[in-house]
């Protein structure tokens, strides 16, 4: 019988389905379904995820395995950084490999094992690219820009500056004092954008980025086809690169650069190489269980937490220890 995960990267919660191991893999309508089934707080699996990560069989020479990326909403992005790190770890485990590359929609990209980031919490490093500010490339219309660097808006909210980065999924940014990571504007503004606006005609995920120390940030994420998450591996790794272009006293390319969030914490290397931006994004690969399924249920979008055959992992309560000795930062409730 089938075997879905439910793993997590800072508390960004997926289940992993690997079409290979089916009789029939499902079709794209199925996926859909399946995902807006299985991520329901109420109704779902184990109390719901933020999407489903599809494992196939890779579709580049040299890739060793495929990940597609689908949203809570039955929505697909080109690329999930704390979802990847996952996939990672499973393809790691399933074919006996320290590094690789994953193909995502618009690339290849290169993961590697790392250290336990503590005792019990495996970790790995995901190859975030490639990076585009073009207003085409996320896309964006009627703001009066080609591109949003340090940008005002008022279009968007009065006050705020902005930053477009696709990597390659899109993200907004603005750097933002501790009362507004506090205050309901992000939730507003990540509501207005992915829904029928004249800017982002195919939504956008929203970050409040907050500015710790040197290489410190905390980074809020709403996200596109999902809502709040716990965290968003592209939107911090976007806002790690929007750091050390806008901060140049504060953040320094090739150095690592401590990303707190309300899920846990990850570390970022922002690098520019041969005329391109990409970023490393590094940080827990944790499986918290394994659910053994029907493969008829999984076609008919019918996977329910009593009827399945669950393991718990115990990996749940290392994490809880890793992110227990973080400073409190109290930033959000
Ligand atoms: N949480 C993910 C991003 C998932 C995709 C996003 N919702 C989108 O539609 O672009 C991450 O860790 O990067």
């Not at 990540?190 to 940030?217: C, E, M, S, T, W």
Request: glycine share 8%; proline share 6%; aromatic share 8%.
């Amino acid at each position: 019988m089938p075997t879905l995960l439910k793993v997590h990267g800072s508390q960004n919660q997926f289940f992993i389905l690997d079409q290979t191991t089916l009789d029939q893999p499902l079709t794209d309508p199925e996926l859909r379904q399946l995902t807006q089934q299985v991520t329901n707080p109420q109704t779902g699996l184990l109390g719901g995820a933020d999407g489903v990560l599809v494992v196939d069989r890779p579709f580049r020479p040299g890739a060793q395995a495929q990940m597609r990326v689908i949203n809570a909403d039955g929505s697909e992005a080109t690329m999930c950084g704390n979802g990847l790190r996952t996939v990672a770890r499973y393809v790691a485990n399933r074919d006996q490999l320290d590094q690789f590359k994953v193909d995502t929609k618009d690339a290849s990209l290169r993961v590697r094992k790392q250290d336990d980031l503590a005792p019990g919490v495996p970790a790995f490093a995901v190859e975030i690219s490639p990076v585009r500010f073009a207003k085409d490339a996320l896309p964006f219309d009627n703001l009066g820009h080609d591109r949003l660097l340090d940008t005002p808006a008022p279009e968007l909210w009065p006050r705020l500056r902005f930053n477009a980065i696709a990597v390659p999924n899109p993200h907004l940014i603005s750097f933002v004092d501790r009362p507004a990571l506090q205050d309901d504007v992000l939730g507003v503004i990540g509501h207005r954008l992915n829904g029928k606006n004249p800017y982002f005609n195919d939504g956008v995920n929203v970050n409040f980025a907050h500015i710790l120390g040197h290489n410190q940030l905390f980074v809020r994420t709403y996200e596109r086809g999902v809502g709040f998450t716990n965290a968003c591996g592209t939107g911090m790794s976007a806002t790690s690169l929007a750091f050390v272009l806008l901060y140049p006293e504060a953040a320094d390319f090739d150095q690592p650069i401590e990303v707190f969030n309300p899920g846990g914490k990850v570390r970022t290397i922002v690098h520019f190489q041969n005329q391109e931006y990409w970023i490393e994004l590094i940080g827990n690969a944790t499986f918290t269980h394994e659910i053994v399924v029907d493969e008829a249920d999984l076609h008919r979008a019918a996977v329910q937490t009593d009827e399945c055959q669950i393991t718990t992992t115990g990996e749940q309560a290392a994490y809880q220890a890793f992110v227990s000795q973080l400073p409190q930062l109290g930033l959000i409730d």
